[in-house]
Each structure stands twice: as structure tokens, then as C-alpha cells.
């Protein structure tokens, strides 16, 4: 990148910009959060991992704490098997984010991301929501590693 053009594509080299444009295009979750997208060393939760604790942009304990009330509300949805009564629970995550946001212990990245995700019009049903939390969980995975090196 020239030092001409170093301000006009902020998102170049973004990963967690490309991954919010391929949550945009998709109908849910579900087709986004595919394993064979996001598991592997070079896939999307090492890539976000990577962004937001290998920049020092947050720290692994907000990452834990959401990733804490995603799982909650996973096991509700599993014992309940009833999307529709964990939806109010979903949604209050989100205030959660923006209050750490607030207090910059997350990233703008990590708010964007999870504003894309904690959408009624991307979790449809429950697989699309048990999709997300998987993917979380691989981000949480891959966050130890990043943060170790």
C-alpha cells in the first residue's frame, strides 16, 4: 500500500470487515458459520482471534465474558428447544457490548462483528444461533493461542 493511498481503505487487510460483509450477503447464520469456514488455522475465528487480541484491540477476559452468556443461553435454548424464548435474551447482549464499547475494553471490530450477529433477521432459528456460538467458541480457542505468542 503507497503512503498515498493509506488512508482511503481502512478495511484493506481486515479480516473481521470481510467476515461482516459475508454476514450481510447471507441469509442467516447458518450459511456463513460453517466449519469448514471458520475452524481451520487460516479461517475465519483464527482470523478474529487474531485481530482483536494479536492488535491488543481487547483482552481475552471480555471475549470470555460474552462467550459466558452466549453458552447460557445456548443451554436454555437446547433444554427449551424454543427459539422464541431465548430471543429477549439474545437481544440483551448487545447492550452488553455496547457498554463495553463505552468503556473501550472492546474494539469497534468487535462491536460491528457482534451487531451483524445478534440480528433477528440473520438467527431465524435455533441452528443459526447454535452456529454463531460455535464459532464464538473456536474465536475463544484460537484467542489463548494468539494471546500466548
Known amino acids: 500500500m503507497s503512503r498515498y493511498n493509506r488512508g482511503r481503505n481502512k ?3 481486515n479480516p473481521l470487515s470481510q467476515l461482516i460483509k459475508e454476514i450481510q450477503k447471507a441469509k442467516s447464520l ?10 481451520l488455522p ?12 494479536g492488535s491488543n484491540a481487547m483482552n481475552t477476559n471480555q471475549i470470555r465474558k460474552i462467550f459466558g452468556e452466549l453458552k447460557s443461553i445456548e443451554e436454555k435454548l437446547k433444554r427449551e428447544k424454543d427459539l422464541d424464548k431465548c430471543k429477549n435474551d439474545i437481544l440483551l447482549i448487545m447492550p452488553q457490548v455496547a457498554y463495553a464499547l463505552g468503556r473501550r ?17 440473520k438467527i431465524k ?25
Open 11 to 13: 478495511n484493506y487487510r
Open 125 to 149: 432459528e435455533p441452528e443459526d444461533f447454535i452456529a454463531f456460538v460455535k464459532f464464538f467458541t473456536a474465536v475463544v480457542a484460537y484467542s489463548s493461542v494468539v494471546k500466548s505468542k
Open 105 to 121: 475494553v472492546v474494539s469497534k471490530n468487535f462491536y460491528d462483528l457482534m451487531k451483524e450477529c445478534i440480528n433477528l433477521n
Open 30 to 39: 447458518k450459511e456463513v458459520f460453517v466449519p469448514e469456514k471458520y475452524a
Open 42 to 53: 487460516d479461517g475465519w475465528a483464527f482470523k478474529t482471534a487474531n485481530t482483536l487480541i
